[in-house]
């Protein structure tokens, strides 16, 4: 007999079960009872619409459906939470210097890896221009010196004669005056005034001719001292500007940082060029976390290797992150690390979790089983073979699970259509190291090289021999190129000739200096004796500097090194002063230069790099990435490159060898295969992937429990190809259902 009130209450359940959120995966811990088949319930649904349609009768309102037999589950308590991760690395606190002057870039002070302290110089601009304008007005100051200096010498000379002259002829009137007669009528006086005239008239003009070469010397001396002011206020204005060349360090640090020049490039001033760390004042960098979610978090950590670090959010005001947002379009955050250990090392990986809120052990069921109408939510419970629709007020949700705040008590069966829990064997979860491997070709990069040219600035220089070839690995003092010069003859003989004038006059005033004279006399003459030297040894300094280029020059490398260029040029070749002859790289100083700009890399981390040897065997060295992560730097520091830093007795063996060797200048590229461990986190528990599901973007494993099996949410901090590491929700030693 067809029993239509089963009938309808069938029809609902199905309709009910069809509409609902059907979750995969092995999430409950359900109890079942018998339930028709997916197909059974379409083949009852439709053949009862089909007699609907024939008998033509109202269907009654039920709010409680009857004689259930579906899937139930049981409300039980359970941890919720909203919790996420945010991967982080542990980078240096940061010090970014900016281009100071406007002239080109020369050399690198400082590189990547290498410390140093306040004061040390980091960058040096090109100022050669400088330097000649330097040497050139020196070279005017000092001519100007010793021409004034021969000039004063026998000025000197000069005035004590006409001193002397003056002496002798006011002694001469002296003595007339003193036989001036007593009266006019005196017979002598006529003779006598017809003596005095002459005798004044001379000491007059004599004095008169002294006091104007006075003049003229102190008209010399202000005229020389004037010009001589004018060079020094030029030589001090270009030491100013040759100062904003030099950029150095204000603290001590380590250089992590540095933007990419050749030698000669012009570079805007104010430009960012070099950053410093502080390694002792060590930071959490991650993607942007505002201030909002941190304030109303439950808990906020970092996670390291498996042991959990307090840390404190450094607060970015709305200004400023605007600012960086649109100069950088991403931002990151800065936690700061309690370590007091000191466990962490720069360029580890981690995880900022942020606990948004959580529950602990509240009342929950499976989501699919909390419906909502006009009146609320609700759910329908099993009393024995009937169901009824029951109010509920919902906390906490996620993927799989509600909190029920009010309405149920623990243990009530809900009806669900979660499926159960398919069991095959179980694991206990344990802790191990999950990482990946950044594997790319990597680039021999010399940011520490230089010309080695003729050194003669005098002479005429002509190439004599070049004494190696490109890629020789040299020595600090080896030769290699020799440069002959021919001096300046005609210049020489014209400096020994004012030499040798200049030795005949102080001679001469070492003969009148042992003569004897008046006190004031012996004064000019000793000046003269010192003025007259200084001009010779000024002279004598001009000779040495004439004859200091002469003959075959060896131009030698200043320290090891490899030889990255050679010039084409041949023996008898014309060498201008600092003419270019070879290139030499400090090998002390390489790194291998990898493309990076995802950011994978970061300070700190290892790196093996790979070549090949002559005889074709593969070889490897181990490096130390050396800067740092784009996380941790300005937009104008982020070059998309990475550096790695060898020690100089391996860059000495891999500048050798290599796969590919390509032209390049001070760029010399040798090709290596590189491989770093990266996003590396170590003791942390690992969970299967094949055991996880996901809900959304939730995950979630069977969990064996004295109660039974049931779904446990956790929140991974990464993954490897087999495995997920907890970063919260589970620990070491759960065990879980494998399916």
């Given amino acids: 007999m067809f029993n239509r009130k089963n009938y309808l209450f069938n029809l609902i359940i199905a309709i009910m079960m069809s509409s609902a959120i059907l979750i995969s995966g092995c999430a409950s811990e359900d109890a079942m009872i018998d339930i028709p088949e997916a197909k059974e319930i379409e083949n009852v649904t439709g053949t009862a619409g089909d007699d609907i349609a024939e008998n033509d009768e109202a269907v009654p309102e039920l709010i409680d459906p009857v004689g259930i037999s579906t899937n139930y589950a049981l409300a039980l308590p359970r941890d919720m939470y909203d919790a996420e991760v945010h991967a982080a690395i542990v980078c240096p606190e940061v010090e970014y ?47 100007a010196d010793v021409e004034y200096l021969e000039y004063l010498s026998d000025a000197v000379v000069d005035l004590s004669d006409m001193k002397k002259d003056e002496y002798e002829a006011s002694v001469a009137w002296a003595k007339i005056r003193d036989m001036e007669p007593e009266s006019e009528d005196d017979p002598f006086y006529l003779r006598w005034t017809k003596m005095i005239m002459p005798a004044e008239g001379a000491y007059k003009r004599i004095k008169l001719q002294r006091e104007r070469f006075e003049v003229s010397m102190k008209n010399r001396e202000d005229e020389f001292n004037l010009d001589r002011n004018y060079q020094l206020t030029k030589l001090t204005r270009i030491d100013e500007k040759k100062s904003q060349a030099l950029i150095s360090s204000s603290s001590e640090g380590m250089v992590v940082g540095i933007n990419f020049y050749e030698p000669g490039q012009n570079i805007v001033k104010g430009s960012e060029c070099i950053v410093l760390g502080n390694v002792n004042n060590k930071q959490l960098k991650c993607e ?69 809120k959580s529950r602990k052990n509240t009342l929950c069921v499976p989501i699919d089983a909390v419906n909502h109408d006009e009146n609320g939510d609700f759910v329908y419970i099993i009393d024995g073979e009937q169901s009824k629709r029951v109010s509920v007020m919902v906390g906490m949700k996620d993927g799989k699970y509600c909190e029920i705040i009010e309405g149920l008590n623990e243990n009530d069966k809900i009806i669900s259509s979660e499926e159960p829990i398919k069991t095959k064997s179980t694991k206990k979860l344990e802790t191990g190291k999950v990482s990946h491997e ?36 040299v020595k600090a003092g080896d030769v290699v190129a020799r440069v002959e010069v021919i001096p300046d003859k005609i210049e020489i003989s014209k400096i020994e ?27 000019e003459v000793t000046r003269a004796v010192r003025e007259k030297t200084k001009t010779i040894d000024e002279l004598m300094k001009q000779l040495e500097k004439l004859k ?64 090949r040897d002559n005889s074709g065997r593969t070889s490897s060295i181990e490096g130390d990435v050396v800067t740092l992560n784009p996380y941790a730097l300005d937009s104008e520091m982020k070059t998309g490159y990475a550096l790695i830093a060898l020690s100089s007795e391996d860059a000495a063996i891999v500048s050798q060898f290599g796969s590919i060797i390509s032209d390049g200048g001070w760029w010399n590229r040798t090709m290596f295969n590189v491989a770093v461990e990266i996003r590396s986190m170590d003791n942390v528990v690992l969970v299967p992937k094949s055991a996880v599901k996901m809900v959304g973007k939730d995950t979630y494993v069977a969990v064996r429990t004295t109660d039974g099996d049931k779904y446990v949410s956790f929140v991974p901090g990464g993954s490897d190809s087999n495995n997920y590491w907890v970063a919260y929700g589970l620990e070491e030693g759960t065990e879980i259902c494998l399916e």
């Fill in 288 to 356: 942007f976390v505002s201030k909002a979610t941190i304030s109303k978090a439950e808990e906020v950590y970092a996670l390291i290797n498996g042991k959990r670090y307090e840390v404190t959010y450094e607060v970015m005001e709305a200004d400023e992150y605007k600012r960086i947002k649109a100069r950088d379009s991403v931002v990151y955050s800065t936690f700061y690390i309690d370590d007091p250990a000191n466990e962490i090392v720069l360029g580890d990986f981690g995880v900022i979790v942020v606990v948004n």
């Fill in 438 to 473: 950044f594997s790319t070709r990597g680039f021999l990069f010399y940011p520490s090289s230089e010309w080695l040219g003729n050194p003669a600035k005098t002479g005429t220089g002509y190439l004599k021999e070049i004494c190696i070839e490109r890629y020789q690995q």
């Fill in 548 to 611: 200091k280029y002469s003959g075959v020059i060896n131009i030698v490398a200043p320290y090891d090194g490899t030889i990255t260029y050679v010039a084409d040029l041949k023996e008898g070749d014309l060498i201008s002063y600092k003419q270019g002859i070879v290139q030499i790289a400090d090998v002390s100083r390489c790194f291998v230069l990898v493309e990076d700009k995802d950011g994978q890399l970061s300070y700190g981390n290892k790196a093996e790099v790979s070549f």
């Fill in 497 to 523: 000739r004012k030499i040798q004038r200049q030795q005949e006059r102080l001679n001469d005033i070492i003969v009148r200096q042992s003569k004897k004279n008046t006190d004031e006399v012996e004064k």
């Fill in 97 to 143: 210097y900016e281009y100071t002057s406007s002239l080109p870039f020369e050399k690198y002070g400082a590189l990547p890896g290498e410390e140093v302290h306040s004061g040390d110089v980091l960058i040096y601009s090109n100022t050669e221009a400088m330097d000649d304008s330097i040497e050139e007005i020196q070279e005017a100051i000092n001519k």
